[in-house]
């Protein structure tokens, strides 16, 4: 063989002794780490967030060498894009101007919240879910599930939970689309309650002008609701609390972040107020 191959015999046993390469053994230790990462996520992120991941537990990897570590065990992210708007903007209710304007990176916490309503299809019917984003640190701050699309059911109770975390003690912006929910008298005068909300909405028939809380949407669908078939309400329920407050929130690393989660920026917020 060594003939064959034009090596010399020493050549040969020495690499037959010296064992499996200390790179080989690096990939396969850095593999199972992968997989952690990965399977951690259920198998949403793609290797940059587990570069990223992979990189805050100390490593010194590149994306490069994850993704092709990931590609060679076929492992990518598992999410499928679709979209479909749910606005009823067909009513006789005041629209507000649009005073976002597209500034979709605000100083600091609470300066803009941004709110949005999509369906979940189950197979026991529809599901309404309303969300309401601080765009500062791109966190869930509201959020309700409804089996209609009334307004005391779908802004309302996410408005509640907003406030309820959040103290609005400076201008506020609070923009949506103009839905019917947005517009209604009822949820009108629960922002006329204080005056440091000015309401605003997108203009007509412009999707950009709430970008972020339909991307919210388009990542929840993507990496949970199109990968389900959920049975009734309360299956979808449990599953979506869980992916909001345990897995978005805290947890998913935001690439508009610095891949951070939306609860580090919370925490740093606070952290630097605290100081200053």
């Given amino acids: 063989m060594c003939k064959v191959l034009e090596v010399s015999r020493s050549c040969y046993y020495r690499w037959y ?4 390469s200390k790179r080989k053994l690096e990939n396969q230790e850095l593999t199972i ?12 992120y793609g290797s940059p967030r587990v570069t990223e991941v992979l990189r805050n537990e100390g490593r010194t990897v590149s994306e490069r060498r994850v993704a092709k570590l990931m590609r060679a065990n076929a492992w990518q992210s598992k999410i499928r894009k679709k979209w ?3 606005t009823n903007s067909k009513h ?7 005073h976002l304007n597209r500034n979709f990176k605000p100083l600091e916490l609470n300066q803009v919240w941004v709110s949005d309503i999509t369906y979940i299809r189950t197979l026991q019917g529809w599901l309404y879910l309303t969300t309401v984003i601080d765009l500062y640190d791109r966190q869930v701050i509201g959020w309700a599930l ?6 005391n059911v ?5 408005w509640k939970m907003a406030v309820s975390k959040r103290n609005i003690t400076k201008p506020l912006i609070f923009h949506s689309d103009r839905g019917i929910q947005y517009a209604s008298n009822e949820f009108r005068e629960v922002l006329n309650t204080n005056s440091l909300i000015t309401q605003s909405m997108s203009r007509k028939g412009n999707c950009w002008d709430n970008a972020v809380a339909e991307s919210f949407f388009k990542t929840i669908k993507s990496e949970l609701i199109y990968r389900r078939t959920y049975s009734n309400w309360k299956v979808a329920e449990l599953d979506i609390f869980e992916y909001i407050e345990i897995w978005y929130n805290r947890k998913r690393l935001h690439s508009a972040l610095g891949y951070k989660t939306p609860i580090q ?7 630097v107020k605290s100081v200053a």
Avoid: L
């Fill in 33 to 44: 780490a992968i997989k952690r990462v990965y399977n951690d996520s259920k198998q949403i």
């Fill in 154 to 158: 779908t802004i309302m109770p996410a």
């Fill in 92 to 98: 006789k209710f005041p629209i507000s101007p649009n």
């Fill in 84 to 86: 479909k708007s749910t």
């Fill in 265 to 271: 920026i919370e925490n740093e917020f606070y952290k």
């Fill in 146 to 151: 409804s089996t209609t699309m009334h307004t």
């Fill in 17 to 20: 002794s010296g064992g499996i």
